[in-house]
Each structure stands twice: as structure tokens, then as C-alpha cells.
């Protein structure tokens, strides 16, 4: 399954999220398109140019939402779901924040919208939870 995603410590799809993509294809109008919807949906408390919303992806030296680059546990490791603890209280807490985003996503995003987001971002416990089986069967 890795080899198939870019996946970010707490298990966001990179690959399949519309930043990341809208980045990669050097898309400003989709990235314009992205910081409203990032705005209405309280991601962030203004609408942002679009250089501000340019993502290459996570990785333990940019700022975390969750503060998991910061984990001692992760030290080697390319995700939660390859961690001997998963899942942990922090990540689970993660999870938490991830389901009642969406929620709100559903309440306000267009099904489209929606359908846009919800590979990247609202799979996080179905994809570590596989990598973590994978690795330890448990």
C-alpha cells in the first residue's frame, strides 16, 4: 500500500489530496479555488493566496496540525501505522479532530467538494490501520 500513496504521519493521502495535486501541476487557479474552500470551511481564518496554500506534502520538519512529526515513536518511521503502539492516544485523538472535520465537510462542501476531500483526508484510520496489520498482523 505505500508504494501506492504518499501517505503524512497521521495517515492524510497526500497523493490524492487537491493541494498536494493543484501543487505537483503548478495549478494557481485550483489552489485559488482550494483557500476558499479551506476558508469556508475554517481550515484557516482568511482566504490565502495561493503560493500560501502550496503543499509538497508533510514531513517531520514542517509544522504539524497534530504535532505527530514530533512523536519520539515515529523516529524511522514513515507513518502511525507502522508504530508497535498504534493506535496510541495521540493519534487517536487525531482521528477524533478528522471525524468532526467531516462532519462540517459534509454540512458545507458540495458533494463534489466532498468527494474531492474525502480520499485525502478522511481515511486515516482504514489506511494505518492496514499498514499496521500489514506489518504486525495484529
Request: net charge positive.
Amino acid at each position: 500500500m505505500q508504494n501506492q500513496f504518499l501517505l503524512s504521519f497521521c495517515g492524510d493521502c497526500c497523493s490524492a489530496c487537491p493541494r498536494y495535486i493543484a501543487t505537483k501541476n503548478n495549478d494557481t487557479a485550483k489552489l485559488q479555488q482550494l483557500a476558499l474552500l479551506w476558508y469556508r470551511l475554517g481550515l484557516r481564518d482568511k482566504v490565502l493566496p495561493p503560493d500560501e496554500l502550496i503543499c509538497t506534502g508533510c514531513n517531520a520538519k514542517k509544522p504539524c496540525n497534530y504535532h505527530i512529526n514530533t512523536c519520539e515513536q515515529l523516529n524511522g518511521l514513515n507513518n502511525c501505522g507502522e508504530c508497535a503502539l498504534f493506535p496510541c492516544s495521540t493519534i487517536e485523538n487525531v482521528f477524533k479532530k478528522s471525524e468532526a472535520t467531516k462532519m462540517r465537510c459534509k454540512s458545507i462542501c458540495s458533494p463534489e467538494e466532498y468527494e474531492t476531500i474525502k480520499p485525502a483526508f478522511f481515511q486515516k484510520r482504514e489506511l494505518l490501520s492496514e499498514i499496521h496489520f500489514k506489518k504486525y498482523g495484529l
